[in-house]
């Protein structure tokens, strides 16, 4: 196996992206092998992340992650959650159980 360094110039439009630090956040699934600093995610959290992008970190984004995940096993399918009060929280380093984002995040 050989590994190749690749160097990339990307245009991404506007709405497909946010950045955290050096990390690129996307929906642009096509570009995914290319690169360890993109990350997939879909066109609405983008539009909320943008609102907060100077205030994340790598941090932040692991636990918005693992968050999620948890949330959308502990509830139906059918949840649709309200990401900008989950940021919000995770920005300001609120500690809350998943039991608090399900009932203080979630969008009826």
Same mark, same amino acid.
């Given at each position: 196996?050989?590994?190749? /360094?690749?160097?990339? !110039? ?6 497909? $992206? $946010?950045? %955290? ?14 690169? /360890?600093?993109?990350?997939? *995610?879909?066109? *609405? #959290? &983008? ?11 790598? @941090?932040?984004? @692991?636990? +918005?992650?693992?968050?999620?995940? #948890?949330?959308?096993?502990? !509830?139906? =399918?059918? #949840?649709? +959650? @309200? /990401?900008?009060? &989950?940021?919000?929280?995770? %920005? @300001?380093?609120?500690?809350?159980? %998943?039991? +608090?984002?399900?009932?203080? *995040?979630?969008? =009826?």
């Amino acid at each position: 196996m050989t590994t190749i /360094d690749l160097k990339l !110039t990307l245009q991404l439009k506007e709405n497909e $992206f $946010f950045k %955290v630090g050096e990390h690129i956040f996307t929906k642009n699934e096509n570009i995914k092998p290319l690169e /360890d600093q993109l990350h997939f *995610c879909g066109s *609405c #959290a &983008i539009e909320v992340f943008k609102e907060y992008e100077s205030l994340l970190t790598m @941090d932040i984004m @692991d636990r +918005w992650s693992k968050l999620t995940k #948890a949330l959308n096993q502990s !509830t139906s =399918c059918c #949840a649709v +959650w @309200d /990401d900008r009060k &989950i940021i919000r929280e995770l %920005v @300001d380093n609120n500690e809350h159980s %998943v039991s +608090w984002y399900v009932k203080n *995040c979630r969008v =009826c």
